[in-house]
C-alpha cells in the first residue's frame, strides 16, 4: 500500500462526526506532581498553570482555554513553588459567542471542592 492510498483513519484523522461541537462539563483530576516534578522551584505555579491548560487542550480540543480565578488562587495558594500534588478540576466546553472569534468553542476550567483529589474518576456533569 503505498502513502497515497491510506485511508483517512491511516493518515489520523478520523472520520465521522466530530465530537468538538458538543458543549459538555466534565470533572477531571489532574495530577500536578507528574507534570512539574524536576521543574525549578521558582518556576513551578506558573508551569502548572501552563500545564493545566494543555490538559484541557487534551481533553476538550479547544485551543482557547480559559483559567477560573479561584482555580489560580488555588495553584498559587502554596506559594511559587508549593503546587498541590493533585487538583480536582471540572472542565466545561462553551460556545463562544464573541464578535469576530477565532475558534467557535472554548473550555472554562474551574476548581471542584473535595477533601482529597486522590483516586477519583472522570465524571460527566449535566449542567442545569
Do not use: C
Not at 483513519?9 to 468538538?20: E, L, V
Not at 477531571?28 to 487542550?57: C, D, L, W
Not at 472569534?101 to 482529597?116: C, D, I, M
Amino acid at each position: 500500500m503505498s502513502s497515497k492510498t491510506k485511508s483517512s483513519t491511516a493518515r489520523g484523522n478520523k472520520p465521522g462526526r466530530s465530537a468538538i461541537a458538543d458543549v459538555v462539563s466534565r470533572e477531571y483530576t489532574i495530577h500536578m506532581h507528574k507534570r512539574i516534578f524536576g521543574v525549578s522551584f521558582k518556576k513551578r505555579a506558573p508551569r502548572a498553570i501552563k500545564e493545566i491548560k494543555q490538559f484541557a487542550f487534551g481533553a476538550m480540543g479547544t485551543r482557547d482555554v480559559r483559567i477560573d480565578p479561584a482555580l489560580n488562587k488555588a495553584v498559587w495558594e502554596g506559594g511559587i513553588k508549593g503546587v498541590p500534588y493533585r487538583l480536582r478540576v471540572r472542565i466545561s466546553r462553551k460556545r463562544n459567542d464573541e464578535e469576530g472569534a477565532k475558534e467557535k468553542l472554548y473550555s472554562f476550567v474551574t476548581k471542584v471542592p473535595v477533601e482529597s483529589a486522590k483516586g477519583l474518576q472522570t465524571v460527566v456533569v449535566e449542567d442545569s
